[in-house]
C-alpha cells in the first residue's frame, strides 16, 4: 500500500494524535482487518499484492529525473517544429530518411549546447522577493508574487477539506465539524457537529441541492447548504475504516464513496428499499465488531468509545444502509483517495454520460461506466460500475488529488509531481514538478489549473485552450504548462481548496492544517460568458468557431495539447451528431487522427456506397507579434460577409460544412451510404505517421469507394473550381563532409585542399542548366503527354481569368504560367548550412537542401534513384577527398484524377445546382465557354449554367493519391474557398457564402454518391 496515509495523519492536528490510529487513516488500524458483512465472505484476488514504500521497486517514475522546476514531457509532447531538413528529427519523424550524416550532428550537437548555455539572471536586488516564502520552493524561475489575500478565517481545527456554494464557504475540519461562512461578509454563519471524527471530504452536487461530507468513519452525511438541515445518514455494513472520497451522480442521484479498504462503494438516495429506522442492528454504532467487541470465556468486551460532541451531531431526516452488494471490492490496491464525476470524459463513452473516476494509493487512475442495471453478483442491488480504462498501472505513487477539464486529466501526486493525461488516447502527456511537496488539492478554473502542497505553496499553471493575460490577452503560447504564479500561501500543509466567482471576483480558496482557510482573489483570466457566442448564430458557425479556437498548430511542440483538445472536440463534436468515433493512433510523436462514421440508411449494408471524407485539423502558426493580424486568429470574427480565424479555410471550415452536410441528411432521413471521415493532425507537418495509422487500422475503416477532400481554393474569388490534378513532392539533403576539421583559411587554405562548400556549390551547379532544365538522365522520362481536351481546359482558364484582371496577360503567357506550374516538375535549391561559427573559415561540413517537385508519370522512387546516382557520378568526377551523403528526407506522388469518372460528374453538377443564378451565373453572363469532360452528368434535371473550372494545382498534399491507391478507390477534390482567402497568411478568411454553399454541394454529393 502506498505511503500516503502518515502525511495524512499529520495533518490533522494535535488534538488527534491521542485518537485510535484509525481516526486519521494510519496504515494497520483494526478497520482495515475487519470488513466482512454477516454471511458474505470478502474475497481476496489472487494476484493481490501489497505495495510498500509508495512504488514498486522495478517502476521509473519520470519525477526521479526532473531536477527542480522542469517538466518531463511526455510522448506526444516532445515533437520538434516541422522542417523536412531538421537535422534533430526523433527517428519516427523521418519518413523514408537513410540517418543523418556526421557533419549534420556535428551542427546539431553546437546548437544543443549553444542551447544548454545559461541564461543571464538579472542583479539579486532587482529580482522579484517575497518575504513570506523563504527562499523558492523550486528554482524553476516560476514568479512567485502572491495574489492578494481577501480574508484569513480561522478555526479551532485543521481544515482538510472546502466546498463553496453560491453564498457560503463550507470547511471541514479535524474536530469532525463543518465550519460555515458567508462568502460575501466572510462572517461565522454557523459550525456544525457533522461527525465524530476528522471530516476528510465535503462535495457539493452540481444544483447545489446537496452538501455531502465523510470523514475517518463508515457513515457519510448528507446535508441542505442553504438551511444547514441533515438530510440524510448513510452508512456502510462494511467495517470500511475512513472514507477518503465521495463523488455524485446528479444524472442517477446516486453517491459514491471511496475507502481505506480499497473499495468503492455506491447508493442511490432514490432507493427507497435503502431506508432503514435510526436504531437499525447494522448501524456502525451498534453492530458487533469483531474485534472491539470479542472477548474470551469469562471476559468482558471493549466499552464503545464516547465523547462529548457525540450528542451535538443532528439527526438526520432519513437514514439509508448501503447494500452489501453495492460494492466493487479492492477497486484498487491502495486506499481511494480521491474521485469525481466527469460528463463523457472519453470517447469510449457518450458525450453526455457520467463516468466516475478514482484515483488510489496504488498509483492508479480508473475510469468506471456508470449503470442502473445490478453487478452479476447480486441482482438485488441498484447500480453497477463497470471499469473503462486504467492509467499508471506502471507507477504505484500515490494518486493525492485529481482535476478534470475535458478530456484531459490532471493528477496531484506525492513530491509536488502533477501528471496530464489524455483520456481518449490513454497516453501521459505530461509531468510536471509544481511543487516539493506532496499535491494535496487541485482545481481546474479559471482556464487554469490551481494546486496545494504540503509545503504550504500555492501555484497556478496555465493550461491548453485558455491563456490570457490581466488584461484579456493572448498570452505567450510558450508558457502552456507553465508555472504562472507559486506563492506561500500557508506556514503549514495545505489540504484542501475551491474556486469560486462572487461579484465579479474570481476567488481561490486554501485551506491548511494551521487551522485558518484563506481567501485569495485571482482576478484576470476571461470566463466562459466572455465567449460571444451569439444565442441565434447558426450551429455550423458556432461550431466552427469553437474549432477554430484550438491552437492546433501541429509543427509547434508548445501545441501538442492544442491539437488534442482540438481533436477531442472534434470527435465529441462528430459523435454528438450521430456518428461512431475513434481516436486513431499515429504511434510515436503524432497527433491522433480522428475517425468517424457515419451509417447509411440502406438495407443490407453489404449494398450500401462508402465515402471517405479527408481533411486535417491542424493549422499553420498565426504570427501575433506584428499587427498584421487585425483580429485573434484563434478568436473567430464575422465581418463583411466573411469569418476570420487561422484555419477558417484551411481546412476547419470545409470540415464542418461536410459534417453538417451529412447532419442534413440524417435529419431528412436520406442518408443512404456510409460517410466515413479520417481527419489527421499532422498535415501540415508532411502527415507524419498518417499511413501507418490508416494501414493499422484498415479493418476498422473497411472498404471505400471513394476519396473526397477539400483542402484548396478557387483560382479568383468569382468561378468555382474542381480540382483534379496536384503534384508530388521530394526532400533531399545533400551534405559533403571533409576528414579535417574546421580550418582557418588563412592559416590552412590552398588550393591542395578541397574545401566542401566549393564542392557542393560546383556539385549543385550540374542539376539545372541556364534555362532551369533539371539535367538529371531520364528526369523528364515519362511525363504525361498534354492531350487535346487538357490543352483546351488551360486555353479556357487563361481566357477566364485575363478577361476578369487583364494585368495577367498575355493569354499565352498565362496559359504557359499555369502548365509550367502545374504540370511540369522542377528541381529548386532552398538553402545552404555550414559548420563552425561566422569568419575566416574553412568548414568541415557543408549541407544544401533540395527540393523537387513531380508531375504524374514519374515515379518518386525512381526519380530518388536518379538523383543519387547522378549526384554520385559528378562527384566523382572531381577527385574530392572529401565525402557525399545524399539523404532522402520526404516524399509525397503525385496525383492526377479523372474529370469524367462518376464521383467528379456528380461533384460537377452539385456545383452547378449550388451556384445557380449565382457566381456562376456571372461566368455566363461574360459568355466563358469552358472545356467539359466528356459524360459530364447523368442528371434527370441538370441546373442551367456554367459548369465548374477543372484546374490542377502546383501543391502537394500526401494522403490523396495514398489512400486513392490504399483502398482502390477514385478520389476527387473540391476547393471551398476563394483564391483571396489567404490560407497560411495573416487574415485567414473563408466567405460565409462559400461554407454555407460548400455545405449544400457535400450535401448532394453524398446523398448521390
Known amino acids: 500500500m502506498a505511503h500516503a496515509a502518515p502525511d495524512l495523519a499529520s495533518c490533522l492536528g494535535s488534538d488527534h494524535m491521542s485518537r485510535k490510529k484509525e481516526d486519521f487513516g494510519a496504515g494497520g488500524g483494526s478497520e482495515v482487518q475487519n470488513q466482512e458483512t454477516p454471511g458474505r465472505a470478502r474475497l481476496v484476488p489472487q494476484k493481490f499484492v501489497w505495495r510498500l514504500a509508495g512504488r514498486r521497486s522495478s ?7 526532473l531536477a527542480d522546476g522542469e517538466m518531463a514531457v511526455g510522448v506526444p509532447v516532445l515533437r520538434a517544429c516541422f522542417d523536412p531538413w531538421r537535422r534533430d528529427h526523433p527517428e519516427d519523424d523521418r519518413d523514408g530518411h537513410e540517418g543523418r550524416c556526421q557533419g549534420c550532428s556535428k551542427i546539431s550537437k553546437a546548437r544543443e549546447v549553444a542551447d544548454r548555455l545559461p541564461h543571464v539572471l538579472p542583479p539579486p536586488e532587482t529580482r522579484p522577493t517575497m518575504t513570506s516564502l523563504q527562499g523558492r520552493e523550486l528554482d524553476d524561475g516560476c514568479p512567485d508574487s502572491a495574489p492578494d489575500q481577501l480574508q484569513e478565517l480561522r478555526h479551532d481545527g485543521s481544515v482538510l477539506t472546502i466546498a463553496v456554494s453560491e453564498k457560503y464557504i463550507f470547511a471541514g475540519t479535524s474536530k469532525g465539524e463543518i465550519a460555515i461562512w458567508s462568502l460575501g461578509t466572510y462572517q461565522p454563519v454557523q459550525t456544525i457537529q457533522a461527525h465524530k471524527r476528522s471530516v476528510l471530504c465535503l462535495v457539493l452536487s452540481e444544483d447545489q441541492k446537496y452538501l455531502f461530507s465523510s470523514a475517518c468513519e463508515p457513515i457519510i452525511g448528507v446535508w441542505c447548504p442553504k438551511t444547514f438541515a441533515r438530510l440524510y445518514e448513510i452508512y456502510s455494513t462494511y467495517d470500511v475504516g475512513d472514507v477518503f472520497s465521495i463523488a455524485y451522480s446528479a444524472q442517477r442521484e446516486t453517491l459514491y464513496l471511496g475507502t481505506q479498504t480499497q473499495d468503492i462503494q455506491w447508493v442511490s438516495l432514490k432507493d427507497p428499499t435503502r431506508k432503514v429506522s435510526y436504531d437499525s442492528a ?34 438526520a431526516a432519513t437514514v439509508l444502509e448501503i447494500d452489501s452488494g453495492a460494492i466493487r471490492q479492492y477497486a484498487h490496491y491502495g486506499w481511494v483517495f480521491c474521485m469525481l464525476i466527469a460528463k463523457g470524459p472519453t470517447v469510449l463513452g457518450d458525450p453526455e454520460e457520467e463516468v466516475l473516476i478514482s484515483g488510489g494509493g496504488d498509483g492508479t487512475i480508473k475510469l468506471w461506466r456508470l449503470s442502473d442495471d445490478a453487478p452479476d453478483h447480486d441482482d438485488g442491488v441498484l447500480g453497477d460500475i463497470e471499469e473503462m ?25 506525492l513530491r509536488g509531481i502533477i501528471e496530464l493525461w489524455d483520456l481518449d488516447t490513454k497516453q501521459k502527456l505530461r509531468v510536471i514538478k509544481a511543487h516539493n511537496g506532496n499535491v494535496n488539492t487541485l482545481k481546474m478554473s479559471f482556464g487554469l489549473l490551481w494546486s496545494g502542497a504540503t509545503g504550504g505553496s500555492a501555484s497556478k499553471h496555465s493550461t491548453v485552450h485558455y491563456g490570457r493575460d490581466k488584461n484579456g490577452l493572448p498570452q505567450n503560447v510558450s508558457q502552456k504548462y507553465q508555472c504562472l504564479s507559486r506563492w506561500k500561501a500557508h506556514d503549514a500543509k495545505i489540504l484542501s481548496s475551491a474556486a469560486a466567482t462572487y461579484e465579479n471576483d474570481q476567488l481561490f480558496i486554501t485551506g491548511a492544517n494551521d487551522n485558518t482557510v484563506r481567501v485569495w482573489r485571482v482576478n484576470g483570466m476571461p470566463t466562459q460568458a466572455e465567449q460571444e457566442v451569439g444565442g441565434s448564430e447558426n450551429m455550423m458557425i458556432t461550431s466552427l468557431r469553437e474549432f477554430v479556437s484550438f491552437k492546433t498548430i501541429s509543427s509547434r511542440p508548445e501545441f501538442t495539447e492544442d491539437c488534442r483538445k482540438g481533436a477531442t472536440y472534434l470527435g465529441s463534436l462528430f459523435k454528438r451528431l450521430g456518428a461512431e468515433v475513434e481516436m486513431l493512433s499515429t504511434g510515436g510523436l503524432h497527433n491522433p487522427v480522428v475517425f468517424a462514421k457515419f451509417s447509411g440508411k440502406l438495407e443490407p449494408a453489404e449494398k450500401r456506397k462508402r465515402i471517405l471524407f479527408y481533411g486535417h485539423y491542424d493549422v499553420v502558426p498565426a504570427d501575433m507579434k506584428g499587427d498584421n493580424w487585425q483580429t485573434d486568429p484563434f478568436k ?7 469569418l476570420y480565424g487561422r484555419g477558417v479555410s484551411d481546412n476547419k471550415g470545409p470540415i464542418i460544412a461536410a459534417l453538417y452536410a451529412v447532419s442534413d441528411l440524417l435529419q431528412a432521413k436520406v442518408l443512404d451510404s456510409d460517410i466515413i471521415f479520417v481527419i489527421e493532425g499532422e498535415e501540415e507537418s508532411g502527415s507524419r505517421g498518417f499511413q501507418e495509422a490508416i494501414r493499422s487500422h484498415k479493418h476498422l475503416i473497411g472498404h471505400v469507394d471513394y476519396v473526397l477532400l477539400a483542402n484548396s481554393y478557387w483560382l479568383d474569388d468569382e468561378v468555382p473550381c474542381l480540382t483534379y490534378g496536384l503534384r508530388g513532392v521530394l526532400h533531399a539533403t545533400v551534405c559533403i563532409d571533409s576528414k579535417y576539421p574546421d580550418l582557418h583559411s588563412g592559416v590552412d587554405g590552398s588550393n591542395l585542399l578541397s574545401e566542401p562548400l566549393t564542392d557542393l556549390t560546383l556539385l549543385l551547379s550540374k542539376l539545372k542548366d541556364s534555362k532551369n532544365h533539371v539535367k538529371i538522365p531520364g528526369f523528364y522520362d515519362g511525363i504525361l503527354p498534354l492531350t487535346d481536351e487538357e490543352d483546351q481546359r488551360y486555353d479556357d482558364i487563361a481566357s477566364i481569368l485575363i478577361r476578369r484582371n487583364p494585368s495577367h496577360g498575355p493569354v499565352e503567357a498565362l496559359k504557359r504560367s499555369l502548365m509550367a506550374r502545374w504540370r511540369e516538375p522542377n528541381l529548386t535549391i532552398h538553402r545552404y548550412n555550414v559548420s563552425g561559427p561566422d569568419g575566416s573559415l574553412i568548414s568541415s561540413h557543408a549541407t544544401a537542401n533540395v527540393s523537387v517537385r513531380l508531375v504524374p508519370g514519374q515515379e518518386v522512387e525512381n526519380v530518388i534513384d536518379a538523383l543519387k546516382t547522378y549526384l554520385q557520378d559528378e562527384y566523382a568526377k572531381f577527385g574530392s577527398d572529401n565525402t557525399l551523403t545524399v539523404s532522402i528526407d520526404n516524399k509525397a506522388e503525385p496525383w492526377l484524377g479523372v474529370p469524367g469518372n ?49 484546374i490542377r494545382e502546383g501543391g502537394s498534399i500526401p494522403p490523396i493519391r495514398f489512400l486513392e491507391k490504399e483502398f482502390n478507390a477514385p478520389a476527387a477534390h473540391l476547393p471551398c474557398g476563394q483564391a483571396s482567402d489567404a490560407a497560411h497568411l495573416d487574415n485567414e478568411r473563408l466567405r460565409v457564402l462559400n461554407l454555407v454553399k460548400s455545405r449544400e454541394i457535400f450535401s448532394t454529393v453524398f446523398r448521390k454518391l
Request: charged share 30%; glycine share 10%; proline share 6%.
Open 282 to 315: 447494522n448501524h456502525p454504532d451498534k453492530r458487533h465488531h469483531r474485534f472491539f467487541d470479542s472477548r474470551a470465556v469469562g471476559g468482558t468486551s471493549t466499552p464503545r468509545r464516547t465523547e462529548e460532541h457525540y450528542a451535538l451531531i443532528p439527526k
Open 902 to 950: 462518376y464521383i467528379f460528374r456528380t461533384l460537377e453538377e452539385a456545383v452547378m445546382r449550388a451556384w445557380a443564378g449565382g457566381v456562376a451565373g456571372a461566368q455566363e453572363k461574360e459568355g466563358a465557354t469552358v472545356a467539359l469532360p466528356s459524360k459530364a452528368t447523368d442528371g434527370q434535371d441538370r441546373p442551367k449554367t456554367r459548369k465548374p473550372l477543372y
Open 389 to 413: 480504462m486504467t492509467l499508471g498501472d506502471d507507477d504505484s505513487e500515490s494518486i493525492m488529488s485529481m482535476a478534470i477539464d475535458g478530456s484531459f486529466l490532471y493528477a496531484g501526486k
Open 636 to 642: 473567430l470574427e464575422g465581418r463583411d460577409g466573411y
Open 59 to 65: 517502476s521509473y517514475s519520470p519525477a526521479d529525473d
